[in-house]
């Protein structure tokens, strides 16, 4: 199975607070890298997990407020420094466009590499991004700026051969190469042999469902049911939830209280006020509805389709 990972490189609402920088994240499928917001702090953040940049094959913006954006034109520059030749996909919401045109013609950055900036309409669920490991779908938020959320869902894979059956059937390398991509082998009218037959059983398709600023919002639980790894973001303590009704955000027990209903198999918090130092409250707040709960702190490293904790300690 190949590695399936979430890297948190910032954690913060707002703005920088505590160490804590603001939203961005990296998720690895492989060897390819796919970056989630990118907030102000993203290249140092980048360069402190050495992140490799030229590995990174797209990035998706949830909305246009600034601590999930600022950072984006200075990281989109900084691949000149790495030789990029590459194509960058940045894929968000309308303006998305605007905004980086409007930073780079104004600074005069010319780019070595092709960049391709894909606006989609942040109401409706909708395909954005496809490529030989995932697909990614939209998720419509609710938030003071048109948001949306993001659902990284692993593609099929190449089945695996049953070595214990090889010698049973042996089958010549066209008949393997047909059998992993899941198609049957018919040899003569009396005899074929289905990949279920030679392949080792096939593996849940793995997925992650990033959810950004966002009221508490039910609707969006049918969109996400079943997700691996659910990142909801956990701006203010349950104390604050007029705070956070009105400020479009959500708290620790509603982000729970999503996961629970989507029964995701791991919650990440996140997008923390700037006034909380002490991070301990959201895990014991999110706990109580949904066990399943690990703190998100920069610098830890996720499995996406495997329950165990992190490799830093929360």
Do not use: W
């Amino acid at each position: 199975m190949k590695e399936f990972e979430l890297t948190l490189l910032g954690t913060s609402s707002s703005q920088p607070a505590f160490d804590r920088f603001p939203t961005s994240q990296v998720l690895r499928y492989h060897n390819d890298l796919y970056l989630i917001d990118c907030g102000e702090g993203t290249q140092i953040q980048l360069s402190r997990y050495k992140i490799k940049r030229n590995a990174i094959k797209a990035i998706f913006i949830s909305h246009l407020h600034g601590d999930h954006i600022f950072g984006l034109p200075g990281v989109v520059t900084s691949f000149l420094h790495y030789s990029r030749k590459s194509p960058l996909l940045i894929y968000g919401p309308v303006g998305i466009k605007a905004y980086l045109d409007n930073c780079l013609g104004l600074s005069q950055a010319q780019l070595n590499f092709d960049l391709y900036v894909n606006e989609f309409d942040a109401s409706k669920a909708a395909l954005v991004f496809e490529d030989h490991n995932l697909i990614v779908s939209s998720l419509p938020l609710q938030h003071r700026l048109p948001t949306m959320g993001y659902l990284f869902t692993e593609k099929e894979q190449e089945r695996k051969l049953d070595i214990k059956k090889l010698p049973i059937y042996r089958l010549t390398v066209d008949e393997m190469k047909m059998l992993k991509k899941d198609m049957p082998v018919h040899r003569h009218p009396e005899q074929s042999i289905t990949p279920d037959e030679v392949c080792l059983p096939k593996q849940k398709l793995r997925s992650y469902a990033f959810l950004s600023d966002t009221v508490f919002l039910p609707s969006i639980v049918p969109l996400i049911e079943g997700a691996d790894v659910l990142y909801h973001e956990t701006t203010y303590l349950n104390n604050m939830e007029k705070e956070a009704e009105l400020r479009q955000h959500a708290t620790a027990g509603q982000a729970a209280e999503i996961a629970r209903r989507a029964g995701v198999g791991l919650l990440i918090t996140g997008h923390y006020s700037s006034r909380y130092k002490n991070l301990d409250d959201f895990l014991f707040e999110c706990k109580a509805v949904f066990l399943n709960t690990r703190l998100g702190l920069e610098g830890n490293i996720y499995s996406i389709g495997s329950v165990s904790m992190p490799t830093l300690d929360t």
